[in-house]
């Protein structure tokens, strides 16, 4: 996907015609955040996702029900006709960069999301779902009035992905995982929040 434009988030959801009812009331699309009651959704995209490719996943089933508990505001689902199909879950931190104990640690004084993991179900790669879930979800941080700065630890091949999507290279990770190794990458919430405010809309 070139970018991402301003008219998916703002595109209504489909609402059904007076004249074409639908049979049932699941909404074709609808976002919002998760529960400990979708743990079990999210994990079995991750399973597919990053286990069966490296053996490893961002957070184990038991962590996304903690941080699902903890702090649900700081996660977004898309759900398609009521199953989740991408999903992002973060917490809140309290440093510039991130450590082994961001890894589980939610820390609610902190001024910096921590983007633990952003994933889409493997039938909807490559749509476009991945980068529109992040926009909505940089949006909604945007909103978040103690919310100052986004972190996230990517591999360097989906480094062109975050920067598309306005995050900034801080450099390598001090996390790794195994034999895998990480870049840090940053996205200023609060410069964008104050220029738009400044800018009147
Ligand atoms: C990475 C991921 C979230 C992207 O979501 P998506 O909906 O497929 O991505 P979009 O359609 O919005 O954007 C496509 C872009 O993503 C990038 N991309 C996606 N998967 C990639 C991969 N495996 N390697 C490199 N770039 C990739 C490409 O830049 C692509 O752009 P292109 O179409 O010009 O090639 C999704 O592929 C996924 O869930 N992958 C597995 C889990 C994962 O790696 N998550 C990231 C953890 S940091």
Not at 26 to 55: H, K, N, T, Y
Request: hydrophobic share 40%; charged share 20%.
């Amino acid at each position: 996907m070139s970018g991402v434009s301003a008219m998916p988030f703002l595109k209504p959801m489909s609402l059904p015609s007076p004249g074409r009812q639908r049979r049932h009331t699941l909404p074709a699309s609808e976002f919002r955040p998760l529960s400990p009651q979708d743990a079990v959704s999210v994990f079995e995209i991750e399973r597919e996702a990053f286990i069966s490719v490296s053996g490893e996943c961002p957070l184990h089933l038991d962590e996304v029900r903690h941080f699902l508990t903890l702090c649900p505001e700081l996660s977004l689902g898309w759900f398609e006709e009521g199953r989740l199909v991408a999903f992002i879950i973060g917490s809140m931190w309290d440093q510039d960069r991130l450590t082994p104990e961001a890894l589980t640690l939610h820390k609610p004084k902190g001024r910096t999301v921590h983007i633990h993991v952003l994933a889409v179900h493997r039938t909807f790669r490559q749509q476009g779902k991945g980068s529109i879930l992040m926009w909505r979800y940089l949006q909604y941080l945007r909103c978040l009035p103690k919310v100052r700065h986004a972190l996230l630890m990517c591999e360097e091949l989906l480094v062109p992905f975050y920067k598309k999507l306005g995050f900034k290279i801080l450099g390598p990770c001090a996390i790794t995982v195994g034999n895998l190794t990480f870049t840090e990458m940053h996205n200023a919430i609060w410069g964008h929040a104050l220029m738009r405010r400044n800018s009147g809309y």
